[in-house]
């Protein structure tokens, strides 16, 4: 099918639009639109980081779901109590492929379930006296733990239990930081309200514990990677070429991040940002209070890599401009095999994204390396800020989604007929069952690493063997495709 | 009165963001902007005018309050 004209998308959002009653009509009307690329702002044709409406689908996940999953879970050597009912932190337990190296159980607790398992008579009576034990059984049975964040789950701040107080109480118990994060899950539209919300937790807590103290060698490369979370092996592909290139990688934020590397971060000279939607608060305030500069950067696809590359090199002297060249130089072997093995067999193919955080624009550019289009993308919890950096990644006329519904994703899915799919699990199995190809993008689909030259070679690998997979052709009945129903009677 | 972090971009111009509102904006104008005297009236490149107390020249990025202008006023 050949690409949509404006005219063609424009009637196709009214299409989907047409089944809705009229209040909600209006109301996703203003979710759904047209990418111009001749626009500076997002706000003049999409309005996102809103409410969901009651009764959609929604994609979203919770205040919550940002805090522990996304920037507090990662960080290994602590451990991250999911205050309240057990379900919370079970459900969301090991799901997202944080890598990490170290001993589970002793020295770093990633994969580990720590709850407070909420029953009736500590929602009756509170939960303080419980979570105060909680502390004292974690130091005892595991004391190589370097700290404990209290992750809470919504019915702490239904009860209006002061788990503050319980922290600086544990602080003083144990002797390691206990960082109170209130990230109950009824907070805000989506999960990028507890973004928001542990950034602030670390910047109260835990940033300036080493204010004041030097005896931490610095160099003039010093840097910090923020927004990797190491799904897959993310932030280890994506650390050793910056180390390649003469930086040297203070911490990680926070895949297979520690919280003492946390600590040093604002003795760095600049702050790299991956994920700009969960971590842009903590760089804003380190470059407000540390005088510490900050950049995005993308590490999806070669061409991203190596604009990338320079970008950061353009922040230091010579010998590390130097390095960067090198570094692109030394892999431009490998990743143009990359491109002529799998260029031939993916070229024209197009994609539709539905994603959060950094990928509905990061990963444009490596599918655009490998020849394929990105015909739709959107965000499960973008703000404006992200759609104004999309908007000149993504082609004309193109569909910009935001907080899609199951049905939209749907219909616009069956409408423009992309030749690959990529979101979340919950998708996944509508779209392999409508026969459509389908990567899950949130953890690469259980593969990985995607960042980085040698994660590009993988992603590559992945689209292939996904797009290009035989069993697409198997998902229709043979008696229902004229095609096969011929081949059928020339073979009887 | 949004809090307003203002920092300077590469080019040396105002970036005015308000996290509340992810509105990150380039400043057009700003009223005083010399040595001695910093604030008044901003514009921004959209349009929208805040208003800051002025004040001596910050060390930017700092965060300020901003009364918001109404751009239907002059």
Not at chain 1, 105 to 117: L, R
Not at chain 1, 311 to 325: K, L, M, N, V
């Amino acid at each position: 099918m050949a690409a949509l004209t404006r005219e063609e998308t424009e009637a196709l959002i009214q299409e989907v639009l047409e089944i809705y009653p009229e209040q909600a009509k209006k109301d996703r009307a203003k979710h759904l639109a047209i990418n111009d690329q001749s626009l500076e702002k997002s706000n003049k044709c999409i309005t996102s980081n809103r409410k969901s409406l009651p009764g959609v689908m929604t994609i979203r996940g919770c205040a919550y779901a940002g805090s522990k999953g996304v920037v507090w879970g990662p960080i290994k050597d602590m451990i991250h109590i999911s205050h309240g009912p057990v379900g919370c932190g079970q459900y969301s337990r090991a799901g997202r492929r944080n890598y990490y190296v170290g001993t589970t159980g002793v020295n770093t607790f990633g994969t580990m379930n720590f709850t407070s398992d909420f029953t009736e008579k500590d929602i009756v009576f509170g939960g303080d006296k419980k979570l105060a034990k909680i502390i004292t059984e974690i130091e005892a049975l595991f004391p190589l733990h370097k700290g404990i964040s209290i992750q809470s789950e919504c019915p702490i701040g239904l009860i209006g239990d002061d788990i503050e107080a319980v922290a600086k109480k544990g602080n003083k118990e144990i002797g390691k930081p206990v960082v109170p994060v209130r990230c109950e899950g009824f907070r805000g539209v989506s999960q990028s309200l507890g973004h928001h919300i542990a950034n602030d937790a670390i910047r109260d807590w835990v940033l300036e514990n080493r204010d004041g103290d030097d005896s931490f060698p610095t160099t003039p490369y010093d840097v910090a990677v923020i927004g990797d979370y190491n799904i897959g092996g993310d932030a280890w592909a994506s650390r050793t070429l910056l180390e390649e290139m003469g930086l040297r990688v203070v911490a990680q934020w926070s895949g297979d991040g520690t919280i003492a590397e946390i600590e040093k971060t604002p003795k760095v000279k600049l702050n790299l940002i991956h994920c700009y939607r969960s971590m842009n608060y903590i760089a804003r305030h380190m470059e407000e209070k540390y005088k510490i500069p900050w950049i995005e950067y993308n590490f999806f696809g070669p061409t991203k890599i190596a604009e990338s590359l320079r970008r950061i090199a353009s922040h230091f002297d010579e010998t590390i401009q130097a390095g960067a060249e090198r570094v692109i130089a030394r892999y431009e072997s490998e990743y143009q095999a990359v491109i002529d093995k799998y260029k031939p067999r993916l070229e024209g193919k197009r994609v539709m994204l539905y994603i959060g955080g950094l990928r509905p624009r990061h990963v444009i550019g490596a599918y655009e390396d490998l020849g394929m289009e990105v015909v739709g993308t959107g965000y499960e919890f973008g703000h404006n800020d992200d759609y104004d950096r999309t908007i000149k990644e993504m082609g004309n006329a193109t569909l910009l989604y935001d907080d899609v519904t199951g049905y939209e994703f749907e219909e616009f899915v069956k409408k423009v007929q992309p030749d690959l799919v990529g979101s979340g699990v919950k998708e996944k199995y509508i779209f392999q069952k409508m026969g459509v190809p389908f990567r899950q993008m949130h953890s690469w689909d259980y593969s990985g690493p995607y960042h980085g030259y040698d994660g590009f070679a993988i992603f590559a690998r992945d689209m292939d063997m996904t797009i290009n997979n035989p069993c697409w052709k198997q998902v229709k009945a043979p008696w229902k495709t004229d095609a096969n129903s011929e081949a059928v009677k020339v073979a009887a | 009165m949004p809090s307003v972090m203002l920092k300077k971009n590469p080019e040396g111009k105002l970036v005015f963001y308000v996290p509340k509102k992810d509105l990150e904006e380039v400043a057009e104008s700003v009223e005083f902007d010399t040595a001695e005297l910093w604030g008044g009236e901003v514009v921004l490149a959209d349009g929208s005018k805040y208003y800051f107390e002025p004040i001596t020249p910050p060390d930017f990025p700092i965060t300020l309050r901003a009364k918001r202008v109404d751009s239907g006023e002059d």
